[in-house]
C-alpha cells in the first residue's frame, strides 16, 4: 500500500522548510499544504493540538509534530537513502548539540534583528556574527556539517539563510562580509536539488517581513 | 579497555539528574564532579566552551553537551538490550516530542512560577498546573510515560519532581488534588533504585530553594 504523507507548512517558515528537505532528499512523495496562520485548519487543529503550530508531518494519517522531531522520524523510516544523522553516536551526540544551538540562540536573534532597533538590534547583530562564526569554526575545512554529504546540521541550519537577505536590510549589515566562509557553505548547499527545490527565494521573505513589520506597527 | 565516564554536575540542576538516571538505568560506573557555577572549573571551559554550562558527560576524554543529547548519547552506547527510546520510528517521535514539551513548557513555566512575583507568578503557576495537566492526559492509564517500561521522557522528566513541593508551597496548590496520575507516577519512579539513588536529599533541596528565593528577593 502506498504511503500517504502530507506536510502542514507555511511558505517562510524555517522550520517547514528543514521538513522540505529532508523529504526531497529522500525522494518522498508527498503532498505539501500551505497554512494560513491567522485561521489555521482544521487538519492542523486536530493533528497539532498541543502547540497548533507547523510544520506537522501526517504520515498514513499520524501525525509528528516539531521540525527537528520530524526530520530524526523521516531518517529513521526512509532509512534507504541519504542517511541525515551519521551511524557513530559520538558524531550524533555532535549533530545533535549543535543543531540544538542553532535553535535556541539563531531563530530568536533573527527575530531581533528584523523586529527591533537601536541597541537591542545592535546586540542582536552581534550575535548573530558571532554564533555563526562558531559554526564556521564547527564546520572547518569540510564541504559540509555532514562531511562529504549534506547531513543532519546542513538541513537543519540552511533554511536560516533564506532570511539572511531580510537580517541584512533590516539590521543593515552584510553577513556576507563577517562570515564568508559560511555563505559559501550556504552556495555549495543550494547547488543540491533536494535544497535549492525546497528553499523559498529570499527576496519575498523579505517582503514577508516587511508586511509583519507593517502588521505590527513596527519601524 | 575500561570505559571512562566523568559526570560534570551541579547537585540541585534537575538536568544533571537526568543523566545520572540513564548511566545508572544502564549499569554504567561513572564519576561526578561537582561544580561550583559561580566558579566553574578549567575542565567545565574546556569541555563545554559554547554553553559553558552543566551537565557534560566526558566519555574516554570526549565531551556530550545538553541533556537530551546527552541521555540518547547513553541510550545509543549502553546496554542495547534496555532501550529508553522505543525501537519504532513513530513510538521515537512521539516520545521525543513529549521531551520537547517538558524541556520548553514544564522547565521554563516552573522557573518562571519560581523567579517572577505578583500577577507575572500567578500567570506563571497557572501555566504549570496546566502544563503538568496536559501530561497528565498524555500519562492516561499508563505506567510510565513509555507504557510499561520506564523510559526516555519518564528519565527526562522526573528529575523535576524535586521542585514541585516548593512550587506547591509557593503557589498554594496541591499536585496530588491537581494531577492524581503524575502524582502517582512520581512515587512509582521514586521506587526505581536509578532515580532514588539519582535525585538529592528533598530537604537538602528544598533549603536551598529556600536559601535561592531569598536571593532573588535580595537581588
Given at each position: 500500500?502506498?504511503?500517504?504523507?502530507?506536510?502542514?507548512?507555511?511558505?517562510?517558515?524555517?522550520?517547514?522548510?528543514?521538513?522540505?528537505?529532508?523529504?526531497?532528499?529522500?525522494?518522498?512523495?508527498?503532498?505539501?499544504?500551505?497554512?494560513?496562520?491567522?485561521?489555521?485548519?482544521?487538519?492542523?487543529?486536530?493533528?497539532?493540538?498541543?502547540?497548533?503550530?507547523?510544520?506537522?508531518?501526517?504520515?498514513?494519517?499520524?501525525?509528528?509534530?516539531?521540525?527537528?522531531?520530524?526530520?530524526?522520524?523521516?531518517?529513521?523510516?526512509?532509512?534507504?537513502?541519504?542517511?541525515?544523522?551519521?551511524?557513530?553516536?559520538?558524531?550524533?551526540?555532535?549533530?545533535?548539540?549543535?543543531?540544538?544551538?542553532?535553535?535556541?540562540?539563531?531563530?530568536?536573534?533573527?527575530?531581533?534583528?528584523?523586529?527591533?532597533?537601536?541597541?537591542?538590534?545592535?546586540?542582536?547583530?552581534?550575535?548573530?556574527?558571532?554564533?555563526?562564526?562558531?559554526?564556521?569554526?564547527?564546520?572547518?575545512?569540510?564541504?559540509?556539517?555532514?562531511g562529504e554529504k549534506l547531513g543532519f546540521l546542513d538541513v537543519a541550519i540552511v533554511p536560516f539563510s533564506t532570511w539572511f537577505y531580510a537580517y541584512e536590510m533590516c539590521g543593515n549589515f552584510s553577513?556576507?562580509?563577517?562570515?564568508?566562509?559560511?555563505?559559501?557553505?550556504?552556495?555549495?548547499?543550494?547547488?543540491?536539488?533536494?535544497?535549492?527545490?525546497?528553499?523559498?527565494?529570499?527576496?519575498?521573505?523579505?517582503?514577508?517581513?516587511?508586511?509583519?513589520?507593517?502588521?505590527?506597527?513596527?519601524? | 579497555?575500561?570505559?571512562?565516564?566523568?559526570?560534570?554536575?551541579?547537585?540541585?540542576?534537575?538536568?544533571?539528574?537526568?543523566?545520572?538516571?540513564?548511566?545508572?538505568?544502564?549499569?554504567?560506573?561513572?564519576?561526578?564532579?561537582?561544580?561550583?557555577?559561580?566558579?566553574?572549573?578549567?575542565?567545565?571551559?574546556?569541555?563545554?566552551?559554547?554553553?559553558?554550562?552543566?551537565?557534560?558527560?566526558?566519555?574516554?576524554?570526549?565531551?556530550?553537551?545538553?541533556?537530551?543529547?546527552?541521555?540518547?548519547?547513553?541510550?545509543?552506547?549502553?546496554?542495547?538490550?534496555?532501550?529508553?527510546?522505543?525501537?519504532?520510528?513513530?513510538?521515537?517521535?512521539?516520545?521525543?516530542?513529549?521531551?520537547?514539551?517538558?524541556?520548553?513548557?514544564?522547565?521554563?513555566?516552573?522557573?518562571?512560577?519560581?523567579?517572577?512575583?505578583?500577577?507575572?507568578?500567578?500567570?506563571?503557576?497557572?501555566?504549570?498546573?496546566?502544563?503538568?495537566?496536559?501530561?497528565?492526559?498524555?500519562?492516561?492509564?499508563?505506567?510510565?510515560?513509555?507504557?510499561?517500561?520506564?523510559?526516555?521522557?519518564?528519565?527526562?522528566?522526573?528529575?523535576?519532581?524535586?521542585?514541585?513541593?516548593?512550587?506547591?508551597?509557593?503557589?498554594?496548590y496541591s499536585i496530588v488534588e491537581e494531577c492524581p496520575k503524575v502524582a502517582a507516577w512520581v512515587k512509582q519512579c521514586m521506587q526505581r533504585e536509578s532515580v532514588a539513588k539519582s535525585l538529592p536529599?528533598?530537604?537538602?533541596?528544598?533549603?536551598?530553594?529556600?536559601?535561592?528565593?531569598?536571593?532573588?528577593?535580595?537581588?
Amino acid at each position: 500500500m502506498a504511503d500517504e504523507v502530507i506536510l502542514l507548512d507555511f511558505w517562510p517558515s524555517m522550520f517547514g522548510m528543514r521538513c522540505r528537505i529532508a523529504l526531497a532528499a529522500k525522494g518522498v512523495k508527498y503532498e505539501y499544504k500551505d497554512e494560513d496562520l491567522r485561521n489555521k485548519s482544521e487538519l492542523l487543529l486536530k493533528m497539532n493540538p498541543i502547540h497548533k503550530k507547523i510544520p506537522v508531518l501526517v504520515h498514513n494519517g499520524k501525525p509528528v509534530c516539531e521540525s527537528l522531531v520530524i526530520l530524526q522520524y523521516i531518517d529513521e523510516t526512509w532509512s534507504d537513502k541519504c542517511p541525515l544523522l551519521p551511524s557513530d553516536p559520538y558524531q550524533r551526540a555532535q549533530a545533535r548539540f549543535w543543531v540544538d544551538y542553532v535553535d535556541k540562540k539563531f531563530y530568536e536573534l533573527g527575530r531581533k534583528v528584523w523586529s527591533t532597533k537601536g541597541e537591542e538590534q545592535e546586540t542582536a547583530k552581534k550575535e548573530m556574527i558571532e554564533s555563526l562564526k562558531l559554526l564556521e569554526g564547527e564546520l572547518g575545512d569540510k564541504p559540509f556539517f555532514g562531511g562529504e554529504k549534506l547531513g543532519f546540521l546542513d538541513v537543519a541550519i540552511v533554511p536560516f539563510s533564506t532570511w539572511f537577505y531580510a537580517y541584512e536590510m533590516c539590521g543593515n549589515f552584510s553577513l556576507e562580509a563577517e562570515c564568508p566562509k559560511f555563505m559559501a557553505w550556504t552556495k555549495r548547499c543550494m547547488e543540491i536539488e533536494s535544497v535549492s527545490k525546497s528553499l523559498v527565494d529570499p527576496h519575498k521573505v523579505y517582503g514577508f517581513v516587511l508586511q509583519l513589520k507593517k502588521a505590527f506597527g513596527i519601524e | 579497555m575500561a570505559d571512562e565516564v566523568i559526570l560534570l554536575d551541579f547537585w540541585p540542576s534537575p538536568f544533571g539528574k537526568r543523566v545520572m538516571i540513564a548511566l545508572r538505568e544502564k549499569g554504567v560506573e561513572f564519576d561526578t564532579r561537582e561544580e561550583d557555577l559561580s566558579n566553574k572549573s578549567p575542565l567545565l571551559l574546556k569541555m563545554n566552551p559554547v554553553r559553558k554550562q552543566i551537565p557534560v558527560l566526558i566519555h574516554n576524554g570526549k565531551p556530550i553537551c545538553e541533556s537530551l543529547v546527552i541521555v540518547q548519547y547513553i541510550d545509543e552506547t549502553w546496554g542495547p538490550e534496555s532501550p529508553l527510546l522505543p525501537s519504532d520510528p513513530y513510538e521515537r517521535a512521539r516520545a521525543r516530542f513529549w521531551a520537547d514539551y517538558v524541556d520548553k513548557k514544564i522547565y521554563w513555566a516552573a522557573r518562571s512560577a519560581w523567579v517572577l512575583t505578583g500577577e507575572a507568578q500567578e500567570a506563571a503557576n497557572k501555566e504549570f498546573i496546566e502544563s503538568l495537566k496536559v501530561l497528565e492526559g498524555e500519562l492516561g492509564d499508563k505506567a510510565y510515560f513509555g507504557g510499561e517500561r520506564f523510559g526516555y521522557v519518564d528519565v527526562l522528566l522526573i528529575p523535576f519532581s524535586t521542585c514541585f513541593h516548593a512550587l506547591e508551597t509557593l503557589g498554594n496548590y496541591s499536585i496530588v488534588e491537581e494531577c492524581p496520575k503524575v502524582a502517582a507516577w512520581v512515587k512509582q519512579c521514586m521506587q526505581r533504585e536509578s532515580v532514588a539513588k539519582s535525585l538529592p536529599d528533598q530537604h537538602k533541596l528544598d533549603d536551598h530553594f529556600v536559601a535561592l528565593k531569598k536571593e532573588h528577593q535580595a537581588q
